[in-house]
């Protein structure tokens, strides 16, 4: 079965953060309902009064459902007959843990961006709140929801590789080369520590090249040694990092991002080398997986193509050779939600194979960015996570 | 402005076929909701009741608009306070001009699958329909809604390549390369002449060759030589078809379509040349343009890129580096449709630019279609349009 | 055993043609000597005494080898007992027959460039010349020297495509696509009838397609259509032909040329679709052979490695990876030539697998090209060959 | 004036090791012969004179040129009127020391292979010893030979790329992934410390991408951190090298080298970032340079285009499209060698952009090897160089 199959009884979503002007908002609501598993009935989409009902109308909701603070959607929408079930938190970093915070204690669900927050404090404290709720929590790593991610993920998993003795990962940009636009409301937030948090490239992109190496691999990291800077005259945070990783078991790595990388778009990267085999997958070339046995030849996995494994082809929607993309991924991921809050529902089981980046995931990778911003202050010292 | 805003007013739409085990009708879901400007109200999604009940039931319809038939469906349809405003029609061939008929005479829009229809006769009398009604009708060839294709088409349209001298357009897959399994039931009706028409592989991927290499370079066929030839044994229709083509102006082309070359998935190409420069675009890498004036270097164009013009920036939804692809394609030629009927509800001006296949398109492909086998039944003479 | 190992005993070689300016001579010059095999010890350049004089010295000729004039270069060689063994013809086409004769009615072998010659009369002559002959002929179809276009008739042959539907074929260029300027010498003759012969761009370039399609597949062309086109004003000779072909057996096929596709380098391509697989190999990017088993995943096949067969290993220097390229190729027809040359010698037999495109083949070609004249000439009729 | 002119005046040439078996030397070989400049006329190929005897014959040598001891053919040769005018040096790397300087004592020119040695000690004597001498040095960096490194290294001197903030070097083979077999020739030495010196991978490619980093950038490194690693059971050399980098100036980088990247062939690739532009060059794929100004489209330059500098076109033999490889780069080396030998024998300016790496190039990159050794027998610590 595939995403192909039509489901019944949208999800009710609500949102916060998410307004004009943003992006990951407007990808967060295509995501929810390119399977037509959520229904959008609610949201605080802006902190100011003005600007959430404008948002709000523009995204089709109800007056009666549009908040201008998250704090009384929460309360409100908990005590509704038809409430929210689950809510998707797009706000800058700072305001994951105190928005997610408020709909967790209330059970309702949360769909979080990534970075999970931008302190290890915080991180902490919605690692545990998520821990002791009832509802789920869902963090969107969403180059995990690619099919040939998975295939890679599954292909390690079976010994296809043997034993992993490298790693390199990358994920290089160059929107923030140069000092950006003022009304950039993107870059804004992004480069102030007060929103973004400890990381500047490590936190944005960084904490996703190592969600992926980690969901790939399986690999635990002991020890990383990194050279954070910052390019841009009069940047507080970094835009570039340089790191090797030292892996439980032997293997060693680097991982690489960059968002200051002149004629990168999103260059996303992951190369796997065991005593076996080789890997690769580049996320602006999604659909082909890239693996080759040691002294073998080369061989181009597609999407749901014989040579898949069946938890890839349960992410696909169209046949190989009809290029999917990163909004597909993206719906993966409310596509993973949808099944475990069904599940929920019901108590059910969980379909084979589903799964997501949880807050434990999202507290390492805030853990990641603090242990990196930790050995560059040391000049690049080892240090342990 | 580009497609990451979103929009109000869901137009509500119906379906004709699109029932459990289809493809096409998945797709068509998907792109109408994918923007939220579309909701799926009713449906005839197949042509015995209890399957007709059972596919709308799993895509979420409510029982008292689950039809089994589409006649009755447009009737009272046409009558509802909050009847459907559009309906799709995602039939086999055989059925596009009696399914459209119905709706178009009741002004409900139509967004048909391609080929216009099984036969040029049929064509001529739903182009004749869609002349007549005061309702739009979209032909859903999907691959004119990728940006990159609309860039080749505005840069064709400004001169960039000068005089077009050669057109090479190619559509290859390989999945009717051996005989189909009985319970295939897409190769089923697309290899049986009854339901699919004149054209095996010419109709069912050939016009889509046509249609792509007509709207990007505006070009008339003046005449065309075509072999057809069915490979798999037992096979009534072409499964291959090799076309030598002859423009108004002095350019040639060669077109070739396959659905038994092994190896290939969905691999449809353009490439153009001209008095100035040559261009080329290939749909399973789609986020590249590549264009290379005569004597310079090529180069890759990606979407929304400062070297885009505003026709394909309009129609994209994330920033270059991030993958979209067959379905966001798909969904926007969606989009032309809300836009166009948007405009039509208050008599407003189209906005600049939109644009989609017509049912004039859509005769045009059959007669494309009904060209090659008349060439090929006359030794691959030159037959004209 | 590969090219790796150097050879005793270099061959005295000749060369007519070639003079200052040429390009073809100086690449079989080099192609001569990158093995060792070869030794150019004498030559009649260029067709007046001073130039050719000059252009021997550029080469390091001593001036008593320098000859003004093939025919007594030919005769006088003939009776030196270090004379020259064998000779390079890299004339215009028109002088292939002339030249040719000489040398092979003298029992000097010939290694001559493609096409055959201009004209089919000619042809006819040369391939009975050759026939009759003691001494051995190559025709320079340097790509056929290429290793993974070894690979791929080795794999053709052995049955991995199952019987053979589809053959596509390209070679397109753009190097003519103005009217070159007054001094191009390349481009001179090449658009002359006089010295170029029949064909333009089916002469120089179509040819090589053709051979390049009949080495790699053995298929027999039964008939074609072509339409050829000259699309500079005043070109007298084609610069496209667009060809459809029917192959003894059912195949079919579609061969095109051009050398006015703008933004096209030097793009000969060839794609072969089974029953059983398909296989892909591209000039431009000719160290890697895609080949796809139905149903199966692409495997990306390199020189040299465990996947290739005995004879493409023969003809590779470098390990996978150290890109080979033009030359090379170009190397192992002179290093076919050089085992052929050795083995005539002294009688031995040859050792398996060294082949080269014959005078018999060079007929074919030019056939091929007196084919599609005869076929554009009468509005693209099927004709025979 | 590209590489297509044939030369006069071959030069008389040596060589040292390079017997039955090698490979490196065979590739000198084909490199001193491709465009006729060099004359192999005497060779110590083997220290055993039963091999030596051999090999010698086995490329044609003459039996009182061949020599079971390279100081006996220095100075024998030295003497001859027509003695050999350069000398190869392509035995293991412990030997470049004492056979290069018997050459350049006696004013014999060295073309050497890399790495420079295999100590630092050795290093400082050779590189000593060559500025002591008339004689030229020329080390084969060969990556340096390809047309596309000599454009890139042109821009970036232009003033392209603005300032570089970033350098990402990488050099991956798989081939050492296992324990090699007892009879692998090249694997033996290579993983001796004996013969191959302090570094393993990083000797034997990491000193090329270093050099090729260098070459390009002209940026000075002023640390480095290094985690070198062995993954093969037994083996007393590195092979794979993590190594981040901090240039003088600001810029950082990143070197990795390894042989034991499963699947990888020779993928030596080197991208640079600068605050106007990047570029990406890739030895596996040496005909394209791909260069993105920043905020604009990328731009794939290929050989001897318009776009390319004089420089980069000096060093192609034949027109784009025609690829040229692995051995053309490596002749193009020998070539400007004999640019710099015929200059030597004249006294006359050498001709514009002849350049090549030296023995001081050399030294700095055994000083990287051992500062990679130092560094990771410190737990990866900041070293200067």
């Known amino acids: ?11 009710r979503l609500g949102m916060v953060g998410g307004g004009q002007g943003a ?8 995501a929810a309902r390119l399977d037509g598993e959520f229904t959008l009935v609610a949201g605080a989409l802006s902190s100011t009064p003005e600007k959430a009902g404008a948002s709000a109308s523009a995204v089709g909701l109800p007056p009666d459902r549009a908040y201008a603070d998250y704090a009384e959607m929460a309360k409100r929408e908990a005590r509704l007959k038809d409430g929210i079930e689950a809510v998707a938190v797009v706000t800058p970093n700072h305001l994951h ?7 967790l204690k209330r059970g309702i669900h949360v769909i979080c961006d990534k970075p999970l927050t931008g302190t290890l404090a915080d991180a902490k404290k919605l690692a545990a709140a998520a821990e002791k709720s009832e509802a789920l929590f869902f ?3 969403n180059y995990t929801g ?7 993920r599954a292909r390690v998993a079976r010994g296809d590789l043997g034993d992993i003795r490298l790693v390199q990962v990358e994920y290089a940009q160059d929107w923030l080369a140069e000092a950006p636009a003022p009304d950039n409301k993107q870059a804004d937030w992004r480069t102030d520590p007060a929103r973004a948090g400890l990381g500047g490239a490590t936190g944005d992109i960084g904490t996703h090249a190592w969600n992926l190496m980690r969901f790939v691999t399986g690999l635990e990291v002991e020890a990383l040694a990194a050279e954070l800077t910052s390019f841009v005259p009069g940047r507080a945070l ?11 078991g032997g293997a060693k790595g680097m991982l690489w991002c960059s968002q200051v990388a002149a004629g990168e778009e999103n260059a996303l990267s992951l190369r796997i080398y065991g005593t076996k085999a080789g890997i690769e ?6 659909n082909r997986l890239l693996v080759t046995p040691l002294g073998g030849t080369t061989e181009i996995v597609t999407r749901a193509s014989v040579a898949t494994t069946e938890g890839s082809r349960r992410l696909t929607r169209v046949p190989p050779g009809h290029p999917e993309g990163f909004l597909e991924a993206f719906a993966n991921l409310y596509g993973e ?11 059910a089981a969980l379909p084979e194979g589903v799964t997501w980046p949880s807050a434990a995931d999202g507290l390492e990778g805030v853990a990641f960015v603090e242990a990196c911003v930790r050995s560059s202050r040391r000049n690049a010292a080892w240090v342990s996570l």
């Open 1 to 11: 079965m595939s995403r192909f199959a039509d489901r019944t009884g949208p999800i």
């Open 23 to 30: 992006m990951i908002g407007a990808v967060h609501r295509i």
């Open 97 to 103: 843990l105190p928005v997610a915070r408020e709909f």
């Open 139 to 141: 963090l969107t790593h």
């Open 146 to 152: 690619y099919p040939l991610v998975r295939e890679a």
């Open 238 to 248: 970094d835009d570039n990092a340089h790191v090797m990783l030292r892996f439980r």
């Open 281 to 286: 997958w580049r996320q602006e070339d999604p």
């Open 337 to 347: 939600a949808a099944e475990a809050i069904r599940a929920a529902r019901t108590g």
